[in-house]
Structures are given as C-alpha cells and as structure tokens.
C-alpha cells in the first residue's frame, strides 16, 4: 500500500531501487544485488511497455557522475553508440527532461529519498 501511495501521488520522474529482487537476471543487478525500476508516466514509453507486455531494460541517459543531459542534444555519443535503438519523438509538449528522483524502502520499511 505505502508503493501504491508514493505512486499515485508523485508527479515528478520516479526511481524506486529495489532491493535482492526474485528472477532478474545477475548481470541487471548492481554489485549490492540491487535494481533501478523507473517508474514511467510517458505516453509513449507507457504504450511500448504495455505492447511489449513487460518491462524494458536501459541505460540511462548518462553515466554514474556526469551531468545529466536535459535534452536529447546533450545525450553523450558513446552512450548513443552503446545502445540498440534510439527513440526519437519530436513533439512541443514535452517539457525538457529532469532527472527521476530516487528512493527506496530501507530496512524499516521508511521511505528514503536517495535523489530529490
């Protein structure tokens, strides 16, 4: 129930880490046995996983420590150049993107927020 509250109510890009997650494979899992699970509100994305009819597993837009890129323009070439396939949605509604913020449920079970 508290995940069904923190998802219903949060408007900004969310990533909830997870921890010693059940069947994912061992090369998806940081060395601490944990999983990023971006929680997407995109049409787009939201349409391509339901089409997929389960989840998608990707980079980031940038590597661990570099800046965030806050449009597709700032993306570095090398993680361009990593990837299968590139996306490209090009439509005015879109607000420049923001990185997700990061929380988990620690061993309590209190909300911690990693990335605000």
Known sequence: PRIETLLSHHQQPLTLIHDH??????YLLTPEQTIGIRIC???????LI???GK??????ANLSGDPFPKHFGEISDHIKSE??????IRNDEYEPAQ????????HKGDLEFLRR
């Not at 997650?21 to 061992?26: G, K």
């Not at 509100?41 to 349409?47: A, E, F, G, S």
């Not at 990837?83 to 490209?88: A, F, P, Q």
Request: net charge negative; charged share 20%.
């Open 83 to 88: 990837v299968d396939y590139i996306v490209s």
């Open 55 to 60: 989840p998608i597993v990707s980079t980031s």
């Open 99 to 106: 990185p997700s913020v990061v929380a988990r449920y620690n």
């Open 50 to 52: 339901n089409t997929f």
């Open 41 to 47: 509100k995109d049409p787009y994305c939201r349409d």
């Open 21 to 26: 997650p059940i069947e994912i494979p061992d």
